[in-house]
């Protein structure tokens, strides 16, 4: 059981900066153990630069993200997920799909970066403070003992770390 990769999903509206940031910091921290993506219940179609250069300033590769429907991971054939967090508090709202093998879902709302109006600097500063919650909730899930945890418990656990892993 140990040796199980789970499939991680984040989901945001435009899939285009939190669940990015997301897909690719559980990638990278999870070291194998965890299989992330992302997706959006109405994607943007692009990627925002300032997710992918807020990546790449953690050593994170950017290659081969791309903003895309949560659609495509409902349908037959597709990943079948483990986890499925929301990050953005539109897409929380949202009647999601009916996900295949009934993952566990919380909601890790994050504030919205791409709103966040001024400097360069400033708008810099947006991004990375959203990646730093992602980053410690991540962080506080992987430090879960998966493996002896199961059903209600794990469900609290990652609904706790929503509500209070915000650095």
Not at 25 to 34: C, I, K, P, T, V
Not at 70 to 90: I, L, N, S, Y
């Amino acid at each position: 059981m140990s040796d199980k990769v789970r499939n991680v999903l984040f989901i945001c509206t435009g899939n285009s900066a939190r669940s990015i940031m997301a897909e690719g910091l559980m990638n990278h921290l999870g070291r194998g153990r965890f299989k992330a993506y992302s997706a959006g219940s109405h994607p943007a179609g692009e990627i925002r630069p300032l997710a992918l250069q807020t990546l790449r300033q953690w050593h994170i590769p950017t290659d081969g993200f791309s903003s895309k429907s949560w659609d495509e991971f409902a349908v037959p054939g597709a990943p079948q997920m483990d986890f499925v967090f929301t990050v953005c508090d539109k897409a929380a709202g949202e009647l999601c799909p009916l996900w295949p093998g009934q993952p566990m879902t919380a909601h890790w709302g994050v504030a919205d970066p791409a709103a966040v109006e001024g400097t360069p600097e400033q708008r810099q500063r947006a991004y990375m403070d959203a990646a730093l919650v992602l980053k410690r909730r991540i962080e506080l899930m992987l430090a879960l003992p998966l493996q002896t945890l199961a059903g209600m418990s794990l469900q609290r656990e990652i609904e706790r770390i929503g509500k209070t892993g915000a650095a």
